[in-house]
């Protein structure tokens, strides 16, 4: 078992990303509340993120800083509460903090926040990203011709089935402890839009990434809890193959599944993390000087508490099929 990563602070959702030779983590940032439990995730009472970053790996970790508070609730004009998890992108000489957040009527967003350095600090545009909604943002830069996505949603307390109706409608009837589900019914899925080349708006129409079932080639099912998407999207490429992972929620499996094409369709091949301590499961996978890595959170360092999360790292590996191993193939 990985030691936490960071010790000083309750951080969660790590996304992670190379800039300038070094490892930056974008993670939430958990802090204690008295908000008991519930299907809606008030306990997660986030309001700022701190930035982290390191040049090693390889435990123990010696030279991680804290590079601060980057991003308050208040910075941010549009922003009611809880800064999610967020994720941070690099192009065209700017880095940018996506990160999503309950407006003012209590509904999810998605805000850009603008920086000229990878640790900050960020300016925050005004106002969310139209046409953003639901949680879990992560960045992609396609490396083969430049384009940027966003790929982002969760169920349950992240607001993704209250969209039954289409994207630009909310409807609050779909706020109970659970998504429409039933034998036979498809999965909702996970979102994805291309960014603008300024990478503060989306260019064209949120599309579902659909993730398909590699036994009958159709979409996966609503009641398949070891394999549909819940939240904690993140998308990563090797080998010219794009690699969509995700959190299967209530059944705590982080999975992937595999596409040539990085707006899908995905099939999905396979789990990366059986459940840890803690209900929540949010990651990242990077590669860092040859190597590839898994950032995670789990409870231990607060006994358990699930709200009060750490960030730990493991090297993963990858057999000659490319599928994700956690222990090095002979």
């Not at 490396?143 to 307390?157: M, N």
């Not at 291309?194 to 080639?217: C, H, N, W, Y």
Request: charged share 25%; aromatic share 14%; hydrophobic share 35%.
């Amino acid at each position: 078992m990985s030691p936490p990563l960071i010790t000083h602070l309750y951080t969660a959702d790590p996304s992670a990303h190379v800039f300038n030779n070094r490892v930056y983590v974008y993670p939430s940032h958990d802090r204690e509340t008295d908000i008991a439990f519930n299907d809606n995730g008030d306990q997660y009472d986030m309001a700022d993120y701190h930035v982290f970053s390191m040049s090693s790996l390889d435990a123990p970790y010696t030279d991680v800083v804290d590079h601060g508070v980057v991003l308050r609730t208040e910075d941010v004009p549009w922003v009611g509460k809880q800064l999610w998890a967020p994720d941070a992108a690099a192009k065209n000489g700017k880095y940018y903090l996506y990160f999503p957040a309950r407006d003012k009527a209590g509904v999810f967003r998605i805000g850009v926040a603008v920086g000229d350095q990878p640790e900050g600090p960020f300016k925050p545009d005004p106002e969310p990203i139209k046409g953003s909604f639901s949680i879990d943002p992560a960045s992609f830069v396609d490396e083969a011709d430049g384009q940027a996505y966003l790929y982002f949603g969760g169920l349950w307390g992240g607001q993704l089935q209250c969209y039954q109706g289409g994207y630009d409608r909310f409807d609050e009837k779909w706020l109970g402890p659970q998504e429409p589900a039933g034998v036979g019914k498809k999965a909702l899925f996970p979102k994805v839009a291309k960014l603008s080349d300024e990478m503060r708006s989306f260019d064209g129409e949120v599309q579902d990434l659909v993730i398909l079932a590699p036994e009958t080639g159709e979409p996966i099912n609503a009641d398949d809890h070891d394999r549909r998407f819940f939240e904690a999207a993140w998308m990563h490429k090797k080998d010219g193959l794009y690699y969509f992972s995700y959190s299967t929620g209530d059944s705590h499996y982080l999975v992937y599944a595999t596409s040539t094409s990085p707006s899908g369709p995905f099939t999905y091949a396979g789990r990366i993390l059986e459940p840890v301590l803690g209900w929540t499961t949010h990651h990242s996978i990077v590669e860092f000087q040859g190597r590839w890595f898994l950032f995670h959170h789990d409870c231990e360092l607060s006994k358990g508490v699930d709200h009060l999360r750490c960030i730990k790292v493991k090297e993963i590996f990858y057999d000659k099929e490319g599928k994700i191993m956690i222990e090095k193939p002979e």
